[in-house]
Each structure stands twice: as C-alpha cells, then as structure tokens.
C-alpha cells in the first residue's frame, strides 16, 4: 500500500526535517563521557541541562550533562547526551542530569544546579514529587530508584546562579580570578566559579557508557 505523507510548512518553506514521530524515538540515548568518569567521583558534582532551535518546535531538542571538577576548578571527567523522549524542555533535561548523577556518581554527596526550581525539590525529597499528578513525576520516580540502590544518603542540592553582574565578580574575588571582570558566567567549570562557598576539599573523544536502566514516560 502505497502511503503519502504531507510536508509541513517548515518543510515547504526552509527545507528543514521535522523531527520524527514518537516511535521512532530513541527509548533511551547512549550516555557519553569525557575524562575518566570510571574512576571514582569526587563528592560535588555540577550538573546543567541545555538545548538548541528553542524557536523551531520541529528541531527543539535538549541536552544534559555532569561535570566533575578538580582543586584549580578545571573539569577532571564529565557525562553528557541527548534527553530522550518527544517531551523536550530544560526543566526535564536538569532533572534527567540529577539522575545520570545518581546513576554514575557514587561517591556524589553534593549536587550543584543553577535552576532553583531544581534545588528546591531536591531540599525537599519527598514522595509527593513522584506522585501520578506530580510535575517530572516519571524523573522523580526513577531518580528515587537509582538512590534506593545507593550507599550513600541522598545528595545535599546547592543552587548557584548560572549569571552573575560584573559588580558581583569583582565584590566577591572568585577564587583564582582575582580582579576579573568576567560576566554571564554559563559554562559548567564557570558555573563553578560562581559557588560562593566553593573550597579545596570539593573536588578523548566521546565514547558511549552503558545507558540507565529507566525509560521516561511523559508526566
């Protein structure tokens, strides 16, 4: 049987593919990694979620990644890939980070995120988070899975302004930066420039690691 599909305006007007349907979607993306992420993790980690084509619904998609760092804040090993599933936004994509953390990072006593929203149910850690009407509720479920197979209690959440004004930079002489005048601090070893309380005990080519064992569900 012969079938016709109709182009989507995009598709006329740019050339653009639209991205495809949901069984075509991946059920879970490989994890990548950069360093040495299969040796111990250090305690803190810093974890982002990012994306690209944000105005172009038919190419929205998103990303995450974990990043550990060393005494003179430059990235020691990290994990990163593609968020899985046809529901793309930054909240999920931070929270799937917290669960790669949970997955991989043993040693993870600290979770450093910019997105308060994040933080704040982190603090929180509660069952009402994987509730059925919960919002992430199918992320919460999984994260709460992974931390049952755990030997160590749940990470303490420690928020940290992905942007910081020029006047903050200079008032707080970040650690190894005297005097800087850098602004719009967004990457994840900046991200880390940024910690206030950031001290010396706190701690290539991309290859795929074994994929998480959850799937997500749309919640």
């Excluded at 084509?53 to 550990?68: H, M, N, Q, T, Y």
């Excluded at 003179?72 to 999920?92: I, K």
């Excluded at 704040?120 to 992974?146: L, S, T, V």
């Amino acid at each position: 049987m012969e079938c016709h599909f109709t182009p989507s305006p995009l598709e006329k007007l740019y050339g653009l593919p639209i991205s495809p349907p949901a069984p075509y979607w991946p059920a879970l993306p490989d994890v990548l990694h950069w360093g040495a992420p299969h040796l111990p993790w250090g305690p803190v980690i810093f974890g982002d979620g990012s994306g690209f084509d944000k105005d172009v619904p038919e190419l929205f998609k998103r990303g995450w990644a974990i990043v550990e760092l060393d005494d003179n804040l430059w990235p020691v090993r990290a994990l990163y890939g593609a968020f899985p599933g046809p529901l793309q936004s930054v909240g999920r994509a931070e929270r799937w980070a917290v669960l790669q953390a949970l997955l991989h990072c043993e040693g993870m006593t600290e979770y450093v995120a910019d997105l308060w929203g994040l933080v704040a149910e982190g603090r929180e850690w509660g069952a009402r988070r994987a509730a059925p009407k919960g919002k992430h509720a199918a992320i919460w479920q999984a994260c709460f899975a992974a931390q049952a197979q755990r030997s160590k209690p749940p990470p303490a959440f420690t928020w940290c302004p992905a942007h910081k004004a020029q006047e903050q930079v200079l008032e707080e002489q970040l650690p190894g930066q005297p005097g800087s005048a850098t602004s719009g601090l967004t990457s994840s070893p900046r991200l880390a420039l940024a910690s206030i309380a950031l001290t010396p005990a706190r701690s290539s080519a991309a290859k795929p690691m074994s994929s998480a064992p959850f799937s997500v569900r749309s919640s």
